[in-house]
């Protein structure tokens, strides 16, 4: 038997740790996709597909 504050402690701390990957793993998609169209930007001036 685990009591409940335990159960709470570790419940809210997952969640903070899925948000604080899913955050991340947004801005390094963000990044890889800028260095991906970073020839169009310089060509263009604008980033291709964004408008």
Do not use: C, W
């Amino acid at each position: 038997n685990v009591p409940v504050a335990v159960t709470r402690f570790f419940g809210g701390t997952s969640i903070l740790i899925t948000v604080g990957v899913l955050l991340d793993t947004m801005r390094q998609m963000e990044s890889h996709l800028l260095m991906r169209h970073y020839d169009g930007f310089l060509k263009k001036g604008r980033i291709r597909g964004r408008f």
